[in-house]
């Protein structure tokens, strides 16, 4: 069954680093866009970054744009969020989903169970 | 980025209640709108597709209408399973967005 499992959250200073990782099962993952979607505690879901099938288009939202870096290594099935000079609004549950395109609608079919980053001094 | 923005942000309803939820975009998405569900400690499910193509196992209480900014999350009636928080994203741009959430009360 298709599964993605993210790992690397965890607390962390203003201004630090951290890696978060996504790997997935159970599909073709050379074929899909992962994309990463992050929760607030207590509020509503925000887009955060995809990267493509190719590993070549990827994309972030305006909030992490220049401090967050996507990657996919397809031989590990893994996808990657780098996340530099985290901000304490940086606080959330990440989740790793699938992009599924239904008649040219990206979707996000499926949702691995997510990793809590906290960002605080 | 294209903004969406849903409304209310809550509702109260009771079992058997027809509700519906709104979201509508800044700028034109044609056809490339989805709602999630996302009951209380759980990953949101992907409900609907392009406005209104209902997901596999999805119950037809489940509707959506719209096109171009203004688009419309039905459900007939009501259900206790329904209690949730529902999301609508847009797919239009590169740069993805989801509306602020409407979460689903028990009155």
């Known amino acids: 069954q298709v599964r993605l499992m993210e790992s690397g959250g965890g607390v962390v200073q203003p201004g630090r680093s951290l890696r978060l990782s996504c790997e997935a099962s159970?599909?073709?993952?050379?074929?899909?866009?992962i994309h990463w979607v992050r929760q607030a505690p207590g509020k509503g879901l925000e887009w955060v970054a995809v990267i493509w099938d190719d590993g070549d288009n990827k994309y972030y939202s305006g909030s992490v744009r220049g401090r967050f870096s996507i990657s996919r290594d397809n031989s590990k099935n893994t996808v990657y969020l780098q996340m530099n000079s985290l901000r304490v609004e940086d606080t959330a549950m990440y989740y790793c989903a699938r992009g599924t395109t239904i008649y040219a609608v990206v979707t996000f079919d499926q949702w691995g169970q997510g990793t809590l980053v906290t960002v605080s001094s | 980025d294209i903004q969406m923005t849903q409304s209310p942000s809550s509702l109260s309803a009771s079992v058997g209640d027809r509700v519906t939820i709104t979201c509508r975009a800044s700028?034109?998405?044609?056809?490339?709108l989805n709602w999630y569900q996302q009951r209380p400690g759980q990953v949101p499910k992907l409900l609907i597709s392009?406005?209104?193509s209902l997901q596999s196992g999805v119950p037809s209480r489940f509707s959506g209408s719209g096109s171009g900014t203004d688009f419309t999350l039905t459900i007939s009636s009501l259900q206790r399973e329904d209690f949730a928080t529902y999301y609508c994203q847009q797919s239009y741009s590169n740069v993805l967005t989801f509306g602020g959430g409407t979460k689903v009360e028990i009155k």
């Open positions: 392009g406005v209104s």
């Open positions: 700028q034109t998405i044609s056809n490339y």
């Open positions: 159970g599909f073709r993952f050379s074929s899909y866009g």
